[in-house]
């Protein structure tokens, strides 16, 4: 096994105990849900890319009772269409402060800080380390988060990081065999 292979699973296992007491899932979009590139079309409108690998992983959390929600200060169309499709029903999106709407969000849940983990890729996202339980990076986060996450996972943003970090989760509750041994039968995502 190569070393980052290692330490993440080593990092996992020291973060068991914090993994158990999540019940929201905070995921910023871009870098983290897509591969943080802006496509645009000929009208201008920008067109994202998501990895239906992570929508299947997050329909497979809601189904576990974690609740999921999109924290962005980026804007677009495709960002509310994906939560839709996703049944995500908390997408907040255009955010400038995102410690404040993270909050906001956590008291509207009744949540606390332990109960919340956080993934996002970039320097902006370092501001909701008070609110956090976890804060989680993809590999290719930029490298001031990545030094401040609890951890950094093997797979890059658009690239299968929420499917990685909703595997830990549901491994830590039990659920991922079951899943890996009968499927899932609720249709694509």
């Known amino acids: 096994m190569s070393r980052p292979g290692l330490r993440s699973r080593l990092k996992r296992r020291l973060l068991s105990p914090r993994l158990g007491q999540i019940q929201l899932l905070v995921c910023d979009v871009d870098g983290v849900l897509t591969d943080g590139g802006l496509h645009y079309d000929e009208q201008g409108r920008v067109v994202k890319r998501f990895d239906v690998r992570d929508g299947l992983a997050i329909r497979m959390l ?15 169309g495709a960002i509310e269409q994906r939560a839709r499709h996703l049944q995500v029903s908390h997408c907040l999106v255009g955010v400038g402060d995102k410690l404040s709407a993270l909050r906001q969000l956590q008291a509207t849940l009744e949540l606390e800080r332990e109960h919340t983990a956080f993934i996002g890729d970039d320097l902006n996202d370092l ?63």
């Open 62 to 76: 809601q189904r576990a009772g974690i609740e999921v929600a999109f924290l962005s200060g980026g804007r677009s």
């Open 127 to 189: 501001t909701v380390r008070p609110a956090a339980g976890l804060l989680i990076s993809p590999a290719d986060g930029a490298a001031g988060l990545r030094r401040q996450a609890d951890w950094v996972l093997l797979r890059r943003g658009g690239d299968g990081a929420v499917r990685e970090l909703a595997e830990a989760l549901l491994q830590h509750r039990g659920l991922w065999q079951a899943l890996n041994r009968d499927g899932w039968r609720e249709g694509n995502a």
